[in-house]
């Protein structure tokens, strides 16, 4: 089984900034995927970035692009997502995922670890 652990959310002002990581412990894979997922109260979990193990492709969320940037570092099975110029509509709770395939997915069906999240809160 793979653990993953969230951390670094937290609150803070509009236009500011904050680095979320996921740690990855346990059963480890060669090869596989991670993506970040968000969660607003009331509101379905949504895509938000993701990352390949093998080549570095990546993919984001419109709403993000330009804002957020998603890197990992496989030598301390980590991955980060650093997010800037943050709004309140960015205010969710913050999960990272792993799939056990090498393809970047953007559903939350296609992934199969999930953390137990982190919240960020924007203030507005």
């Known amino acids: 089984q793979v653990q993953l652990v969230e951390s670094g959310g937290g609150l803070v002002q509009v236009g500011g900034s904050l680095r979320l990581s996921c740690a990855a412990s346990?059963?480890?894979?060669?090869?596989?995927?991670m993506g970040w997922f968000r969660q607003a109260p009331g509101k379905e979990r949504e895509f938000v970035a993701a990352i390949s193990w093998s080549v570095g492709d990546i993919k984001y969320a419109d709403s993000v692009k330009g804002r957020f940037t998603i890197s990992r570092d496989n030598a301390k099975n980590t991955m980060y997502l650093q997010m800037n110029s943050l709004r309140p509509e960015d205010t969710a709770v913050y999960y990272c995922a792993a799939t056990t395939t090498v393809l970047v997915l953007t559903a939350t069906r296609q992934y199969d670890f999930w953390g137990q999240g982190t919240q960020v809160t924007v203030s507005s």
């Open positions: 346990g059963r480890t894979f060669s090869r596989y995927a």
